[in-house]
């Protein structure tokens, strides 16, 4: 089996402009086992909580701590993901957490611009050696939200974040001066493809006013000697047992077994989205 973990080139690629775009990382049967799952599991609509937008809209996700044994697991733990963040990171890799966006038709939020790292720094993480993989289990289309980010705006280091709505999003002065700087991408992505992003770049969405839903999950990593030096709400480092890519069919079939295993955090514990910068 060809290998699925990112090449040299794409890690370059990341390290320039801050993403790099892995096409059908997720075949079409993997990630039907995702959506499936995801779009029938009543724990993972149950823990769901809004982030109002500031635009009238609320955006839907579900969030977790600890990948779990399941289908939501396989696809944090696959080997193929976590040797790509290895690379892109330069070490051992943690999972810091994951999420499921939750963007239904006609009623799906915006996410404010922001960096992550503009969240992730207030939990006593030191530098900003994380990264994200944004894994498309619907088609991510203009239409209906897809991901807006700002070609090598990582390179700017880590924006001051104000609140916007439920969300801190970046000091909108300065994205503004970067946008007439830099490239605007709107990251159309089919179901499997995956976008690996730097915690540093910019990235927003619109709301989904389409007919059409868009999900997401969203899994987070967190380089091993990035330790925090505090305990959050999110994980210090906790050893990540890597599962072969074979094992996101084998686990498929046990769909639901995340759902009484997954350290779902709630909204009240959910503190970054919300925290200032000082």
Not at 72 to 90: D, M, P
Not at 139 to 167: F, K, M, W, Y
Not at 181 to 208: I, K
Request: hydrophobic share 35%; charged share 25%.
């Amino acid at each position: 089996m060809t290998s699925r973990v990112l090449s040299d080139t794409q890690v370059d690629e990341y390290q320039e402009q801050g993403f790099t775009l892995a096409r059908g990382l997720f075949d079409a049967e993997e990630i039907a086992l995702l959506a499936r799952s995801a779009k029938e599991d009543a724990e993972l609509d149950r823990r769901a909580f809004g982030r109002a937008d500031g635009e009238g809209g609320v955006v839907r996700l579900s969030l977790w701590n600890h990948p779990g044994n399941g289908i939501y697991g396989a696809f944090a733990r696959s080997e193929r993901v976590v040797r790509s963040c290895e690379k892109l990171l330069g070490g051992e890799v943690y999972h810091y957490h994951s999420k499921m966006i939750l963007k239904d038709p006609k009623v799906g939020g915006a996410w404010a611009w922001h960096q992550d790292y503009g969240y992730w720094y207030q939990n006593g993480v030191l530098f900003p050696l994380l990264t994200s993989v944004f894994i498309a289990v619907d088609p991510s289309r203009r239409e209906n939200g897809c991901l807006q980010v700002i070609r090598g705006s990582h390179h700017a280091g880590r924006i001051t974040h104000v609140l916007t709505g439920d969300q801190a999003g970046a000091d909108r002065e300065r994205v503004d001066e970067l946008l007439k700087r830099l490239e605007l991408v709107y990251v159309e992505m089919a179901p499997g493809d995956a976008l690996f992003f730097h915690c540093n770049l910019l990235h927003r969405s619109d709301q989904n006013k389409s007919e059409n839903p868009r999900w997401s999950m969203i899994c987070c990593y967190n380089a091993a000697r990035n330790d925090p030096y505090k305990d959050s709400h999110h994980p210090r480092y906790t050893r990540l047992d890597v599962l072969p890519d074979e094992a996101v069919r084998s686990v498929g079939v046990r769909r639901f077994a995340d759902s009484g295993e997954v350290a779902w955090l709630e909204d009240t514990q959910d503190r970054s989205a919300r925290v200032l910068d000082g």
